[in-house]
């Protein structure tokens, strides 16, 4: 059969007229071309190219997570979308390695030509942040107002839309509050594994009492270290106490999804908690990954411009540097090591709660 004259061909399905005209070069416009703006402005759409990719997995794990029901083979998906997520979030990492080939001279010439613009006016980015779970009152200041303000009145509506809807930390926290296979009838798994932290700390305490090559002070500052340990492995175990340390800001997940969350690492062995495992963990690169992409952005602005003002107005690389660590949403997955303990040690699961392990849960 013929092929019709409106079958696609690889020009027009990916729209490359439009595409590959899309770089303006102001420098080219002021009658003094700077070479390396061409790089600089097609890394940046580029950038959000894969952020509009980003937001199209997000939203499909969205809808994963909102379900009334949610089983294993879903949950699989969402792992499965947030590995890519994390594939494209290394590819932009890597890609700061090619704007580094452009020498700071190269950048001055055309830099001013960009004031006001920056990258802090993303409107895409700052949906991936929301819709990950970044609270507005976790954001570091930028120059002193709403993060809002900088962003263009066109992409306004979504930043608020995701800004003010669920985000993924909340529907992953919702999850974790509905497993259900935490006690039965005739047993409390926190009991005793309560009385297995008790016993590995107390162990430890008398290595440390019995250790003739360590000083009086040494033990000294090695027993303050496990009462810290045996402080945060107490509020585990007293609810009140754990919420008051969400109200301080030490925690964030919730009591309930905590305890779920450290039972999913502690017993992953269990075919049933491989993927909820994967998620989390994917949660946890998802995290570190973008502290490490922020991290590779504040190296190559002080690569860039030192400490001058960026060109959007903010303190260029030191409000990145700020950034870092506040910006973290996960961080509570990744503190869960703390209360980790020997596989050898963990408590064994009566075969009640191993046959009803199950990850399908009705709201």
């Keep these: ?72 083979s879903q949950v699989g ?48 980015f700052r949906q991936i942040e929301n819709k990950i779970g970044l609270r507005k009152d976790s954001r570091h200041v930028y120059g002193g107002k709403d993060y809002k303000t900088k962003v263009h009145q066109d992409d306004l509506n979504k930043v608020l839309d995701s800004e003010n809807s669920e985000s993924l930390f909340i529907l992953i926290e919702k999850w974790l509050e509905r497993t259900p296979f935490l006690a039965a009838e005739d047993y409390n798994f926190w ?31 090695y027993f303050n270290q496990y ?62 990954l973008l502290t490490t992409w922020r991290y590779k952005h504040h190296l190559l602005a002080t690569r860039m411009i030192g400490k001058k003002i960026g060109t959007g107005g903010s303190v260029g690389a030191q409000y990145l540097k700020k950034a870092l660590t506040k910006h973290r949403v996960f961080e509570d997955l990744s503190s869960l090591t703390t209360f980790l303990i020997p596989r050898s040690d963990l408590p064994d699961l009566p075969n009640s709660i191993l046959r009803n392990l199950s990850f399908h849960y009705d709201i």
């Design 1 to 72: 059969m013929k092929k019709g004259n409106n079958t696609p061909n690889y020009r027009n399905y990916l729209n490359l007229d439009a595409l590959l005209n899309a770089q303006k070069l102001i420098s080219e416009k002021k009658g003094k071309t700077a070479h390396d703006e061409m790089l600089f402005i097609i890394t940046h759409q580029v950038y959000e190219l894969w952020f509009k990719q980003i937001l199209f997995e997000i939203d499909s794990i969205f809808e994963v997570f909102h379900a009334k029901v949610i089983d294993e």
């Design 77 to 124: 998906i969402a792992v499965s979308r947030l590995h890519r997520i994390n594939e494209i979030i290394q590819l932009l990492i890597d890609q700061i390695k090619i704007l580094e080939t452009m020498t700071p001279m190269d950048f001055l010439e055309f830099r001013d030509l960009l004031t006001p613009a920056s990258g802090f006016q993303s409107g895409q």
């Design 191 to 221: 009991e005793q594994y309560k009385a297995a932290v008790s016993k590995m700390i107390l162990n430890d305490k008398k290595i440390i009492e019995e250790n003739d090559v360590l000083g009086d002070f040494e033990k000294e500052s």
């Design 227 to 288: 009462n810290a340990t045996e402080k945060m492995f107490n509020s585990l175990f007293n609810e009140s106490v754990f919420n008051k340390m969400i109200d301080e800001g030490q925690f964030r997940l919730s009591y309930k999804a905590t305890h779920a969350a450290l039972l999913i690492l502690l017993y992953r062995d269990q075919a049933i908690l491989h993927n909820p495992y994967r998620l989390l963990s994917k949660l946890i690169d998802l995290d570190e």
